[in-house]
């Protein structure tokens, strides 16, 4: 927990403050265990979180609300092979002046 008295926020709480700090107004993904407090830290928040069938398609769609929106595409993964399915999206990204948070 991280916070001075009453006001403590753990990590997830304060990364999705940094995302509504940034403009992000959707992630787009698919939920998991190893991110299930930053699941109910984005159910509290203002972000809407936009739940996909495949982490490919989460990348995909991320990157085209940041081209079409100008805010940041944020897509959030799942450890192994849901981080390895969404790699084909980071390309586009990678060579264009784009920005994608993974």
């Known amino acids: 927990m ?4 009453d006001n403590s926020l753990n990590a ?3 990364f999705v403050q940094c ?6 107004t959707r992630v787009f993904g698919v939920p ?3 991110n299930a407090e ?6 509290a928040s203002s972000i809407e979180f936009v ?7 989460a990348a995909f769609m991320a990157e085209v609300h940041g081209r079409l929106t100008g805010e940041p595409g944020v ?3 799942t450890l192994g092979p849901g981080l390895r399915t969404s790699l084909p999206a ?3 990204p990678t060579w264009t002046v784009f920005r994608l948070l993974q």
């Open 12 to 14: 997830a709480e304060l």
């Open 90 to 92: 980071w390309h586009t």
């Open 51 to 57: 739940l996909t069938r495949h982490e490919q398609g």
């Open 75 to 77: 897509c959030l993964d």
């Open 32 to 34: 998991g265990e190893e």
């Open 2 to 5: 991280i916070g001075l008295g």
């Open 38 to 43: 930053l699941m109910m830290a984005l159910d």
């Open 19 to 24: 995302l509504e700090n940034e403009g992000v």
